[in-house]
């Protein structure tokens, strides 16, 4: 407290040096003026003289004043500043004089100057919060804002139209050219988009998704599928990204409040829904937004909410799939897949659960704990059985999963020869240039990488000689349409040829009937998986059937529910 004192009084003494210094200055300038003025004007009074000084000041800084908008300067003063800053800034013009208005003046230009600069920067913060730094356009906050001050169902402007946008194939540029080849191709669309519609309100809500409010109004005369629809043939076109000529193409939802609705969110969630039955159609579609839409989206999303409660609590589990050898009808290997035995509402697929998990960014932590899950469960079964463990797109292209991989097998103590990687032909497709990189990381640990569902129409050769695959697995439709609609056998063979002349072995996948799996012998496959031999079971009933495979093997005897010219699998 005394410490604070002192301070204040030395401020003060300071002041009224201050104000005396000037007071005497004042009297020297009048002194000095009275003599020059006396010479040209006859006799006058100091009060005379220092009543025309302090009159002439004050109309010259009121011209200063008026030029330099220093009367807003006080007010924006007078609102930012406590009460005793602007006391001090009135007692130095009191008492100062002349040398107290120059004083004034020159220190209101200086708070002009630093407001101009914090209105600035206040509004770039503004600015930034809400829009996108590098397209931008408005972003998600101020789409928050915006549609909390349209009421779009009796907007005067009549019809408003709301455009969901989401590219097809962002992900694809990202991963092989780069994020700055990525962040060009946002550039570029958002230009498209505005070229589009130039009246309208166009968001980037974050990654490749954008958004277009429009006003009927302010749209080409024209219906708004076929303005959405040259709009997919814009986005279409190439794209120079440093050199390297990209099409990504684009699908689009559109909803409107001609039914009535209420509210900007709902047409939003309209577009949404219009949006996802665009994308499940394939690339470069447009959906108009249909009532049935919303309840389907609707029960998507709270399925999508319960695999993530499921996720967070770990109720999904691994089960196994057998693969035999068809010879012998002996297991050699089991298939992991994910199930949710807990789950007393309608059942999820493996492509369900593990969809939603990518979407849900929760993917890579699942696969990991689905893993050592696995590996702990088949440690006490016998060491030549090989556990193949499927790796998704997103898992494909972490750049550091085969770090990650040897590290789980390092702290289980799980040989790496047991591990199977499984890659499909789809996530090979879309994440080469990092598997070209990962795959052979881990096939130098000594674990074992599988092609799976090849023949669905995306490797070619020079693909397949490149990658370190020890293992094929033919495409599941290819048996099936084979068998089911009678086109004869050819394509399946030439499948076939192309596998052996590569000397790997084969898998044939989705085997159900007896047909199929004698087809798939008579032409050459070794080993097979499916339904007709078992579905995917749990760890405890797989457990008992290579449980009493063990002791039918030291007793002698061949187990007939593992020979596949007897009986398939029986299990409980």
Not at 74 to 86: G, R, S, V
Not at 357 to 380: D, T, V, W, Y
Not at 422 to 438: G, K, R
């Amino acid at each position: 407290m005394c410490g604070i004192g002192l301070t204040h009084c030395m401020q003060n003494c300071f002041f009224t040096g201050y104000c005396l210094a000037i007071s005497q200055l004042r009297a020297c300038i009048l002194s000095e003026l009275l003599s020059k003025v006396t010479k040209l004007y006859g006799r006058l009074s100091q009060a005379q003289l220092e009543a025309i000084v302090i009159f002439t000041t004050a109309f010259a800084l009121w011209l200063i004043a008026a030029e330099h908008d220093l009367f807003e300067i006080i007010l924006e003063f007078m609102e930012d500043h406590e009460d005793w800053e602007l006391d001090e800034l009135i007692m130095a013009l009191s008492f100062a004089g002349f040398g107290g208005f120059v004083f004034g003046a020159r220190r209101l230009l200086e708070l002009g100057r630093e407001l101009k600069l914090r209105k600035k920067a206040e509004q770039r913060s503004t600015w930034l919060a809400h829009h996108d730094p590098l397209t931008h356009l408005p972003n998600r906050r101020y789409l928050s804002e915006f549609s909390k001050n349209l009421h779009v169902s009796n907007h005067s402007a009549g019809t408003i139209y709301v455009l969901a946008v989401d590219l097809d194939g962002f992900k694809k540029v990202n991963d092989l050219l780069g994020h700055d080849a990525g962040d060009k191709l946002l550039e570029v669309t958002a230009d498209r988009l505005r070229q589009s519609y130039p009246k309208s309100t166009v968001f980037r809500l974050g990654g490749d998704e954008f958004l277009i409010v429009a006003l009927k109004s302010e749209t080409p005369n024209t219906d708004q599928r076929d303005a959405a629809e040259a709009l997919v043939r814009l986005l279409n076109k190439p794209v120079d990204l440093f050199g390297v000529s990209a099409e990504v193409g684009a699908s689009i939802g559109i909803a409107t409040n001609a039914s009535e609705t209420a509210k900007l969110e709902d047409l939003l969630f309209s577009a949404d829904a219009a949006l996802y039955y665009a994308k499940r159609a394939g690339r470069n579609n447009v959906a108009c937004f249909e009532p049935f839409m919303r309840e389907d989206v609707s029960k998507r999303a709270a399925r999508q909410a319960s695999v993530r409660t499921a996720l967070e609590e770990n109720k999904l589990v691994p089960y196994f799939q057998p693969i035999l050898d068809l010879e012998t009808g002996m297991v050699v290997g089991v298939e992991v897949l994910t199930r949710w035995p807990e789950n007393t509402g309608s059942p999820f697929s493996t492509q369900e659960i593990i969809g939603f998990a990518e979407e849900l960014g929760l993917i890579l932590p699942f696969s990991e704990h689905l893993l050592r899950i696995s590996i702990a469960n088949s440690k006490e079964w016998p060491q030549e059985l090989g556990l193949s463990f499927n790796l998704g797109p997103a898992m494909l292209s972490d750049k550091r999963l085969a770090e990650r991989i040897e590290s789980i097998l390092r702290e289980t103590g799980f040989a790496p020869s047991r591990l199977i990687i499984e890659v499909s032909e789809a996530a090979l497709h879309l994440h080469y240039n990092t598997a070209s990189i990962t795959l052979p990381k881990l096939s130098a640990l000594g674990i074992r990488i599988a092609l799976d569902g090849y023949g669905a129409g995306h490797s070619n050769l020079r693909e397949l000689a490149r990658m370190p695959f020890d293992i094929i697995k033919l495409d599941r439709l290819l048996l099936a349409e084979t068998v089911q609609e009678d086109i004869g056998t050819s394509v399946f063979e030439s499948y076939v040829k192309v596998i052996k002349g590569l000397e790997k072995p084969i898998v044939a996948i989705g085997i159900e009937t007896d047909a199929q799996k004698q087809l798939a012998q008579k032409l050459g496959c070794q080993f097979g998986q499916g339904h007709l031999f078992s579905p995917a079971v749990s760890e405890a009933d797989i457990s008992a059937v290579l449980k009493t495979r063990l002791q039918t093997e030291s007793s002698g005897h061949q187990d007939t529910s593992l020979n596949g010219e007897a009986s398939p699998i029986q299990l409980d």
